[in-house]
Structure formats: structure tokens, C-alpha cells
Nanobody
Framework: QVQLVESGGGLVQAGGSLRLSCSAS????????MGWFRQAPGKGREFVAG????????DYSDFVKGRFTISRDNAKSTVYLQMDSLKPDDTAVYYCAAPQSPGRVVARTSTAYAYWGQGTQVTVSS
């Protein structure tokens, strides 16, 4: 069974930074692309960023491009989300996710992901 555990959330002022981590266990981490999603109160879950299994290809939603950076360390079975220049609109619960099967292209739809972490709260104050 795949397990994903996020950490690193918290309260930060606008313009500040946070680094989220997601530790994976239960299967060969390096064979799968990984994604970060977020869900704000009263809104649906939305794609934030994804990274290929090699760590060489990335995909970002427009609203985080230039501010967030996704990376992975396959030796540690961990994926990261560095969040800079945070805005109040970034306030949400952030989830990391893993697909059921390997794929060459990072998926943006939540239905493509079979495994989810418990989420970590990020709150950005103005």
C-alpha cells in the first residue's frame, strides 16, 4: 500500500516562503510521476505542480509559475514544493498525490491519481 505523508505547512505572511515535503513509501518511488494539488475552503481541488519520474520534466499551473518550484529526491523517496512570494490566495490545504500506474506525462486531473496524502495546511496572511 502506498503511503504519502506531507509536512512543512504553516502560517506565513504575504511575500514569504514555505517548503512542503512529501515522503512516500510502499513501492518504487522513482518509477512514478508525482503531483501537488491544493484545496481552498469552498473550492474544488486544483492542480498546482507535477514532476516526472526522472525529475527532469515539470508542469505548473499558471497561478504558481515563477513562484513555486517542484523537485524530487528519488534516493529519499521525497517530493518537494518550494513556495515563494506567497499570496493570501495561496491559502489552502496542500496534498501530494501519486498515480496508480507509471506514465511519461504528468497528469493534471485529480482522477489520474490513486494515492493521496493527508494534506498540510498553508495559510498566508495579508
Amino acid at each position: 500500500q502506498v503511503q504519502l505523508v506531507e509536512s512543512g505547512g504553516g502560517l506565513v505572511q504575504a511575500g514569504g516562503s514555505l517548503r512542503l515535503s512529501c515522503s512516500a513509501s510502499g513501492r518504487a518511488f522513482s518509477s512514478y510521476y508525482m503531483g501537488w494539488f491544493r484545496q481552498a475552503p469552498g473550492k474544488g481541488r486544483e492542480f498546482v505542480a507535477g514532476v516526472s519520474w526522472t525529475g527532469a520534466a515539470f508542469d505548473y499551473s499558471d497561478f504558481v509559475k515563477g513562484r513555486f518550484t517542484i523537485s524530487r529526491d528519488n534516493a529519499k523517496s521525497t517530493v518537494y514544493l518550494q513556495m515563494d512570494s506567497l499570496k493570501p490566495d495561496d491559502t489552502a490545504v496542500y496534498y501530494c498525490a501519486a498515480p496508480q500506474s507509471p506514465g511519461r506525462v504528468v497528469a493534471r486531473t485529480s482522477t489520474a491519481y490513486a494515492y493521496w496524502g493527508q494534506g498540510t495546511q498553508v495559510t498566508v496572511s495579508s
